[in-house]
């Protein structure tokens, strides 16, 4: 079973710098809440990972069906909750990409495989938020 660890240093403040797989990465907080915004906030690395791990799938997937695409970028919004501990509990994905009229079945056909059998973190947020997605050809 393969599994996953990072390490996570405290550099005073509310400041970590964690190794993930010898990337380094800053996590902060804004300074109204005691720290020096020295790095991106947690949730929101959620939402990078998101972005990510969907945007892996969509690119490899139109890759084997040999379509060409520029323009790709999927921006996620997420609503966070007002209760304490806040959660995303509704989250947006957003495709954006520039492909030829023909090929736009195919952009469907791989969002789709990405979102609802492929990424992970899509499963993982289905857990606790509402995922939808949209795509927008340009």
Not at 105 to 114: D, F, G, P, T
Request: net charge negative; aromatic share 8%; glycine share 8%.
């Amino acid at each position: 079973m393969a599994q996953s660890s990072i390490n996570a240093v405290f550099n005073g403040g509310m400041n970590f710098t964690a190794d993930l797989n010898g990337h380094q990465l800053e996590i902060d907080t804004e300074e109204s809440r005691g720290g020096n915004n020295k790095g991106t906030r947690p949730k929101v690395l959620m939402l990078a990972s998101l972005a990510g791990c969907t945007g892996l799938d969509v690119v490899g997937i139109l890759n084997k069906m040999r379509v060409n695409f520029t323009n790709l970028s999927i921006k996620v919004d997420a609503h966070l909750t007002d209760e304490e501990a806040a959660i995303y509990d509704e989250v947006t994905v957003n495709y954006s990409i520039k492909v030829d009229k023909a090929d736009e079945q195919k952009v469907e056909k791989a969002v789709k495989l990405s979102q609802e059998k492929y990424c992970g973190v899509t499963k993982m947020f289905e857990a606790f938020a509402k995922v939808s997605y949209k795509i927008i050809y340009l």
